[in-house]
């Protein structure tokens, strides 16, 4: 069964750092593109960051470029999301999701990053953590 259940998430003061972890289960991390998305009260769930199935690309959106950093140990089944400078307008909860990456070759981890920020091209969704910036 697919399974991606996030942690690392809590209270942090403006300017503090938290890193969440992703930790996937019941499928090959290395043929799919994960993602971390948020959504704050109110809002639509955005997509903030998204790492390749190898990890040698990433994206980040202009909120959190600079600021966080996504990483990914497929022996541990783990991705992260290093968030530092936090500001009050990241208060959110915080999901990671999967999405298959199509085979590209020649190799088999040789595979498609375009995922982008696309809800819908993700099929496999955490329960999400919350993150709480305030002093």
């Known amino acids: 069964q697919l399974q991606l259940v996030e942690s690392g998430g809590g209270l942090a003061q403006p300017g503090g750092s938290l890193r969440l972890s992703c930790v996937v289960s019941g499928f090959r991390p290395d043929y799919y593109t994960i993602g971390w998305f948020r959504q704050a009260p109110e809002k639509e769930r955005e997509g903030i960051s998204c790492i390749s199935n190898t990890g040698g690309r990433a994206l980040y959106a202009d909120s959190v470029k600079g600021r966080f950093t996504i990483s990914r140990d497929n022996v541990k089944n783990t991705v992260y999301l290093q968030m530092n400078n936090l500001k009050p307008e990241d208060t959110a909860v915080y999901y990671c999701?999967?999405?298959?990456?199509?085979?590209?070759?020649?190799?088999?981890?040789?595979?498609?990053?375009?995922?982008?920020?696309?809800?819908?091209?993700?099929?496999?969704w955490g329960h999400g953590t919350q993150v709480t910036v305030s002093s």
């Open positions: 999701a999967a999405g298959y990456a199509d085979y590209v070759g020649p190799t088999d981890t040789d595979r498609k990053f375009s995922h982008g920020f696309s809800r819908s091209e993700y099929a496999h």
